[in-house]
C-alpha cells in the first residue's frame, strides 16, 4: 500500500535532473544489497525506487518528514538534493527507476518501508576484511571482552579463507589447565 501526496513527476526529458528532497518527497537511501531484500519484503506495497547501480544505493521516496528520526538507512530531506531519472528510464546501468512511479502514487508507506528494512538488514553484514556488504556472510571470529559484550566478526565468503582459523577459548583453557597439571606432577 503506497501512500498518495501532491502530484509530482519524474523528468519527462530524456536527461537526468537533480531535485530538492523535503518538497514533496524525502528519499531514504540504502545499499542496494539491503535494497533488493527490503522490495523482495515489500512486493507490490512498495512506491517508486530509485536504483544507482555505480553508487550501489537505491532511493525510496516517503513523505516528507516521514523518516526523520531513523537510524538505519541515509534520509536525504530539505537542503539535500536527490539525482532523478527520466520516467522512461526504468533499467540498464546507472542512475533508473528500479520500480517506476505512477501518477500520484509514488510514495511507499514509511511503517512499511522501515520494518522491510529492518528485516533485510539483519541478513546482511560487512566483511571485516574487504568492508563490502555481502548476504552470505561466514562468521570467522569470536571477539570477547572483559567489559564489553561479545560480537561476532563476519567475512565474505571471498575473503573468508584469509582469516586465520580461530582457535576456541574452552580447547584454549583446557590445554592450559593440562599443562598446569603436568608441571605439578
Given at each position: 500500500?503506497?501512500?498518495?501526496?501532491?502530484?509530482?513527476?519524474?523528468?519527462s526529458s530524456g536527461e537526468i535532473e537533480t531535485q530538492p528532497a523535503g518538497d514533496?518527497?524525502?528519499a531514504v537511501r540504502v545499499p542496494s544489497l539491503i535494497g533488493e531484500r527490503?522490495?523482495?519484503?515489500?512486493?507490490?506495497?512498495?512506491?517508486?525506487?530509485?536504483a544507482d547501480s555505480h553508487g550501489a544505493v537505491w532511493y525510496w521516496l516517503v513523505a516528507p518528514g516521514a523518516a526523520s528520526d531513523?537510524?538505519?538507512?541515509?534520509?536525504?530531506?530539505?537542503?539535500?538534493?536527490v539525482a532523478v531519472p527520466p520516467a522512461h528510464r526504468t533499467g540498464g546501468s546507472g542512475l533508473h527507476w528500479r520500480v517506476a512511479p505512477t501518477p500520484g502514487d509514488y510514495l511507499t508507506d514509511p511503517d512499511r518501508l522501515h520494518a522491510a528494512l529492518l528485516a533485510a538488514a539483519q541478513a546482511?553484514?560487512?566483511?571485516?576484511?574487504?568492508?563490502?556488504l555481502t548476504d552470505r556472510p561466514?562468521?570467522?571470529?569470536e571477539v570477547h571482552?572483559?567489559?564489553?559484550?561479545?560480537?561476532?566478526?563476519?567475512?565474505?565468503?571471498?575473503c573468508a579463507p584469509h582469516f586465520p582459523k580461530q582457535l576456541d577459548p574452552l580447547e584454549q583453557a583446557a590445554a592450559g589447565r593440562r599443562a598446569l597439571e603436568g608441571r605439578a606432577r
Open positions: 500500500m503506497t501512500t498518495r501526496s501532491l502530484p509530482w513527476r519524474p523528468p514533496r518527497w524525502d527490503a522490495l523482495t519484503l515489500l512486493g507490490d506495497d512498495s512506491g517508486a525506487v530509485i531513523w537510524t538505519l538507512c541515509r534520509v536525504l530531506s530539505a537542503g539535500s538534493y546482511v553484514k560487512p566483511c571485516q576484511r574487504c568492508d563490502r561466514v562468521a570467522v571470529a571482552g572483559a567489559s564489553t559484550p561479545g560480537r561476532t566478526v563476519y567475512a565474505c565468503p571471498d
